[in-house]
């Protein structure tokens, strides 16, 4: 099955950014074997689409000028890739920001609706323009995020935090996160491993 040229190309940059910049042995472990499995291509998903928010600010966020060679090279990659990318909006609720609906997007590149549609791993980006605040939301699988622009960030328990261009960070299972968006567009990556929480559920046992 053949993998489209420009995503084999940003996976071949992106996935070894991410595992550069991890922080801790959990998120590491987990972009090791997101990037084996990811290796294997799957089956062709979604056709390309656009948001409002899209056609606005992710040019700007996409030619942000960057000091390290690979994230230059890696939003190199992403406008290559962007004619492919479909973009979505989700529903928000009351934690997220005034204009959150015309404000966000997100694109799934490996994953459910992705331009590979697979569920053994999740590969996407989100987008949001300046001022959005997006939803407090929690997901099963643990994820890794590598931030390609400035923003703030919010992990359940703690304060906002800026993790800067190029900054990493994991989110655990379950745990309620969000991020919002200042004077420039969001732009950023993140990675999830559904099969990790899948693996730890354990056999029932069947009745007597």
Not at 42 to 59: F, I, K
Not at 83 to 94: K, M, Q
């Amino acid at each position: 099955m053949e993998r489209p040229q420009e995503l084999q190309d940003f996976l071949d940059i992106a996935l070894p950014a991410m595992q550069a910049r991890a922080v801790g042995a959990q998120s590491r472990a987990s972009l090791a074997w997101i990037a084996k499995a990811a290796a294997t291509p799957a089956a062709p998903g979604a056709a390309p689409a656009s948001q409002p928010v899209v056609e606005r600010v992710l040019e700007p966020a996409l030619h942000r000028p960057v000091d390290q060679a690979d994230l230059a090279a890696l939003l190199a990659a992403l406008r290559a890739l962007a004619p492919r990318l479909c973009w979505r909006r989700r529903s928000g609720d009351a934690t997220a920001g005034p204009g959150f609906d015309e404000g966000h997007a997100n694109a799934m590149l490996l994953g459910p609706g992705g331009i590979e549609d697979r569920h053994d791993l999740w590969i996407g980006l989100s987008l949001l323009a300046p001022g959005i605040r997006y939803p407090d939301h929690q997901h099963a699988p643990e994820e890794t995020y590598l931030v390609l622009s400035p923003g703030d960030f919010w992990q359940e328990g703690g304060d906002w935090f800026q993790p800067g261009v190029g900054g990493s960070f994991y989110n655990p299972p379950n745990i309620l996160h969000a991020m919002k968006a200042g004077d420039e567009p969001l732009l950023a990556l993140w990675a999830l491993r559904p099969e990790r929480e899948a693996a730890s559920r354990k056999p029932r046992l069947a009745a007597p």
